[in-house]
C-alpha cells in the first residue's frame, strides 16, 4: 500500500470533497437566491452546484439550515463590527449604527431577513450566538450611558430590527427611516406600558 492508497489518505480526500460540495451548494444559493429570493428552487441550487438534491439535503436538511449558512457570514461580520462599535465615543449611536448594519445585512435577497428572524428565536446558529453576544454587550454599554432604557433588552430592540429588515427589504430609504422612529420613539417621552 502506498502512501496515496491509505485509509488516512482516503478519509482526507472523502472531507475535502464534502468542503468543496458544501462550498459549491453555499456559493450556488447565494447565486440563486440573490437571482430569486429565498424561495428559489432547491433542485436548481443543486444543479448549479453540479451536485444531485440528494447532497444537499445531506449537508442543508432544511432551507432554513441552508439560509443559515449564508447568513454565517454576515453574521460573523456583525458580531466584529458590534465589537469594533462598543469602542466609540457615543454607545447609542454606535448601537444605532450596528442595528442599521444589521438589517442591511440580512436584507441581501428578498427572504434573508424573514430566515434571520427566525434563526435569533432559535439558538442552535453558533455564528448567530456569536453576533448575539457582540451585539448585547454594544447594548448594555448603551444602556449603561443613560442612552437606551435600562429596563429595555437586546433581543426585542434586535428583533425589532429584523421585523423592520422583513418589511422594508426592499426600501433600504424606509429601513432607515423605521430604524430612527424606533430609537426616538413615535411620542417622546411617553413610553406604552406593554400590556
Known amino acids: ?24 451548494l453555499i456559493g450556488a444559493a447565494r447565486e440563486a437566491f440573490e437571482r430569486d429570493g429565498a424561495d428559489a428552487s432547491l433542485e436548481g441550487v ?4 453540479g451536485v444531485g438534491i440528494g447532497t444537499l439535503y445531506r449537508h442543508f436538511p432544511t432551507r432554513q439550515d441552508l439560509l443559515e449558512a449564508l447568513l454565517a457570514d454576515a453574521y460573523g ?7 469594533d462599535l ?24 428578498r427572504g434573508m ?6 434563526s435569533l428565536r ?24 443613560g442612552d437606551v432604557p435600562a429596563d429595555a433588552a437586546f433581543i426585542d430592540a ?5 421585523a ?3 418589511v422594508t427589504e426592499d426600501d433600504a430609504e424606509a429601513s432607515g427611516r423605521l430604524l430612527a422612529l424606533a430609537a426616538t420613539g413615535m411620542v417622546p417621552g411617553k413610553a406604552a406600558a406593554p400590556r
Open 86 to 109: 462598543a469602542l466609540s465615543a457615543s454607545p447609542g449611536d454606535g448601537l444605532l449604527e450596528w442595528l442599521r448594519e444589521f438589517v442591511s445585512a440580512v436584507t441581501a435577497f
Open 158 to 162: 434586535l428583533r425589532l430590527a429584523g
Open 46 to 49: 443543486a444543479r448549479l452546484a
Open 122 to 145: 432559535d439558538d442552535r446558529p453558533e455564528a448567530s450566538r456569536a453576533m448575539r453576544e457582540a451585539g448585547e454587550a454594544l447594548f448594555a454599554r448603551a444602556q449603561e450611558a
Open 113 to 118: 431577513a424573514a430566515a434571520a428572524v427566525v
Open 164 to 166: 423592520i429588515a422583513i
Open 77 to 83: 461580520e456583525l458580531a466584529a463590527r458590534a465589537r
Open 1 to 24: 500500500m502506498t502512501s496515496d492508497d491509505s485509509p488516512k489518505a482516503r478519509v482526507r480526500a472523502v472531507r475535502a470533497d464534502v468542503r468543496r460540495n458544501r462550498a459549491r
